[in-house]
T-cell receptor, first 111, second 113 residues
Framework: GESVGLHLPTLSVQEGDNSIINCAYS??????FIWYKQESGKGPQFIID?????DKRQGQRVTVLLNKTVKHLSLQIAATQPGDSAVYFC??????????FGAGTTVTVRA | EPEVTQTPSHQVTQMGQEVILRCVPI?????FYWYRQILGQKVEFLVS????????KSEIFDDQFSVERPDGSNFTLKIRSTKLEDSAMYFC???????????FGQGTRLTVV
């Protein structure tokens, strides 16, 4: 069955270093992917998205990479800041009407 | 910046009681969703709604659940007879079109006692 998952449940990173969060998906028909950030007690907040006709997309301090061959998605955060501490979820469009979320990676930024 | 708003932020209810969770999606959005998140777990899809009807629902969304868009701005989720396992954060989301960025509300924490 379809699934979206993350390779590691937690990531500890030194402030100022780059972070890489990984995600594997199994539905090869998915053509739209989103990374969300969720802070404690809040709703998911959009970070960046990418469609399957691209393999890289950059935002402000963030880059998403998509490898369709191995069904892998990653989020890179440059110069990680304390405010980046949160749970990060990848999500894929399982069909036109819903997103399927992965299990989440908790990122902790060390000062 | 436009946002999705949800009320109440926290709802405590007795098992077996009915609850209605309310959402105001972004005004020009056409697709509406409910998701839930049990504490410490991932976000799970419940239902999507477009053109005044359900587009898709998950196996979680059984006969105890219903959604409604009673007017041009509100989108509600009703649970008819709550169970302990319905305790979770419930998030409303909306999108302008299919397969575009989904904007989420801050959630309603439902506690069934």
């Amino acid at each position: 069955g379809e699934s979206v998952g993350l390779h590691l449940p937690t990531l500890s990173v030194q402030e100022g270093d780059n972070s890489i969060i990984n995600c594997a998906y199994s539905n090869s028909a998915s053509d739209y992917f989103i990374w969300y950030k969720q802070e404690s007690g809040k709703g998911p907040q959009f970070i960046i998205d990418i469609r399957s006709n691209m393999d890289k997309r950059q935002g402000q301090r963030v880059t998403v990479l998509l490898n369709k061959t191995v069904k892998h998605l990653s989020l890179q955060i440059a110069a990680t800041q304390p405010g980046d501490s949160a749970v990060y979820f990848c999500a894929e469009n399982s069909n036109d009407y819903k997103l399927s979320f992965g299990a989440g990676t908790t990122v902790t930024v060390r000062a | 910046e436009p946002e999705v708003t949800q009320t109440p932020s926290h709802q405590v209810t007795q098992m077996g009681q009915e609850v209605i969770l309310r959402c105001v999606p972004i005004s020009n959005h056409l697709y509406f969703y409910w998701y839930r998140q049990i504490l410490g777990q991932k976000v799970e899809f419940l239902v999507s709604f477009y053109n005044n009807e359900i587009s898709e629902k998950s196996e979680i969304f059984d006969d105890q659940f219903s959604v409604e868009r009673p007017d041009g701005s509100n989108f509600t989720l009703k649970i008819r007879s709550t169970k302990l396992e319905d305790s979770a954060m419930y998030f409303c989301a909306s999108t302008l079109r299919q397969n575009t960025e989904a904007f989420f509300g801050q959630g309603t924490r439902l506690t069934v006692v």
